[in-house]
């Protein structure tokens, strides 16, 4: 059988007015369940923002560049001061075991060979000279601290030490001091009277 089919202007409420034509189609035509979803276009508009953002966070700006770089400045520059420091008081300690080892050598040659014997600053440079038949002679090679440690050497009161035979340093009434010098601090060694050579107390 077919349906029975409401005449739709004969439609009546409780009140007895006619109820709107509207309506009844309304209720009596499909509804499109598909109007809220959102197109492709607008979905790209909507996650368009997120997505930029996603962007940004992701990547890096200039400013934390910058601060990247600053900070990778200020670590290098404090390892290569700690380094350079190290390098430097290494050789300032190397030099003035140098030194000391100069002033033994004077010291011994004078003592074995029975003859005076001087330990000579020249400028940077320490060398040795013995006594043959009254004539200061150089023995063995010369050593130049700037040259091999980029030191600077002086000395006080005097640029020579004596060494008479018994290995004493004689006329002595200051300590004879070799001071070296390198990165901004300085290193001594002193002779004593009694040719005694220390680097300590002075």
């Not at 004969?10 to 109007?35: K, M």
């Not at 520059?77 to 380094?83: D, E, K, P, Q």
């Not at 030490?161 to 001071?179: K, N, S």
């Amino acid at each position: 059988m077919l349906p029975h089919v409401l005449d739709i202007d004969a439609v009546q409420d409780v009140n007895g007015s006619p109820v709107l034509r509207e309506a009844c189609s309304a209720w009596a035509l499909p509804v499109d369940n598909t109007s809220h979803v959102p197109k492709r276009s607008e979905e790209a508009s909507v996650l368009s923002p997120s997505f930029s953002r996603r962007c940004r966070v992701a990547g890096f700006t200039f400013i934390e560049m910058m601060i990247v770089f600053v900070i990778l400045g200020i670590m290098t520059t404090m390892m290569v001061r700690a380094v350079r420091g190290q390098w430097l008081g290494s050789a300032r300690r190397s030099a003035t075991r140098d030194i000391g080892a100069y002033l033994f050598r004077g010291r011994g040659i004078a003592v074995q060979q029975s003859r005076t014997a001087w330990v000579v600053r020249s400028g940077d440079v320490l060398k040795i000279l013995v006594d043959s038949s009254g004539t200061p002679v150089q023995l063995g090679s010369q050593l130049d601290f700037f040259q091999r440690y980029g030191a600077h050497l002086a000395a006080t009161p005097k640029d020579t030490v004596q060494f008479d035979q018994r290995g004493f340093a004689p006329y002595v009434t200051l300590i004879p001091r070799f001071i070296i010098s390198l990165g901004g601090r300085t290193d001594t060694v002193c002779v004593t009277g009694l040719g005694k050579i220390t680097s300590r107390s002075c």
